[in-house]
């Protein structure tokens, strides 16, 4: 597990991996509350998920490291330091190692492309090598897949994974809680990752609890 700065003023970090699946407002959204809980968050973005970043929100997000984590700060409202972003084929990042990674990943949204990797132990490229300690230490990982319909292949690969230990969140909103704007869809889908992270929100009632 990694070590936690025992100076640090933010939670212990949890990683967020962002690839070329539909959803990136689930991701970007998943920031926001993780900085908002206090927790400091370790960002990595696929080059596909750029090309979605792009098609699918007005978010600007750069490709070089430390102007990306200015980005994401200036979105998310992050303190300075509060987050870290590691190139595609950063090696020496403390999330390709046993000994450095944070005790929860998150892939959101994860690609078929990642979820076959990571369940296939490719590693060719730093999410994959994350997810891979992640499955290896026997840490939480948690993939949220954006596709329908699923092929026998996919699904045969989340039951691989689902077999590993990883979580398996479809981004599929529940309506129960009666959405009114596409953002309480979106909000239905990380409430549920925070609920598998352990993190306190109150983006959506739990079943039982009355709406406030």
Avoid at 56 to 84: C, F, K, N, W, Y
Avoid at 113 to 120: D, E, K, R, W, Y
Wanted: one cysteine or more.
């Amino acid at each position: 597990m990694a070590s936690v700065d025992p100076g640090s003023p933010f939670l212990p970090p949890v990683t967020v991996a962002l690839t070329g699946a539909s959803g990136a407002q689930y991701g970007l959204r998943l920031i926001q509350c993780l900085v908002a809980s206090g927790h400091e968050v370790w960002v990595m973005i696929s080059k596909a998920a750029h090309m979605v970043v792009d098609t699918e929100t007005d978010v600007l997000l750069p490709a070089q490291p430390r102007r990306l984590a200015e980005a994401l700060q200036a979105h998310s409202g992050a303190a300075d330091g509060q987050i870290r972003c590691f190139a595609r084929e950063d090696w020496m990042a403390p999330v390709a190692s046993g000994s450095g990674a944070p005790a929860s990943m998150v892939i959101c949204p994860c690609s078929t492309g990642t979820l076959s990797a990571v369940a296939t132990g490719a590693s060719n490229n730093l999410i994959e090598r994350a997810a891979d300690v992640a499955l290896k230490e026997r840490r939480r990982l948690i993939m949220v897949p954006r596709e329908t319909p699923f092929s026998a292949i996919h699904l045969e690969h989340m039951l691989t994974l689902t077999r590993m230990g990883a979580v398996i969140l479809p981004a599929a909103p529940g309506f129960y809680h009666r959405p009114q704007r596409v953002d309480d869809m979106i909000d239905f889908i990380v409430a549920r990752i925070l609920n598998q992270l352990g993190i306190e929100h109150t983006l959506v009632p739990r079943w039982g609890e009355t709406p406030t």
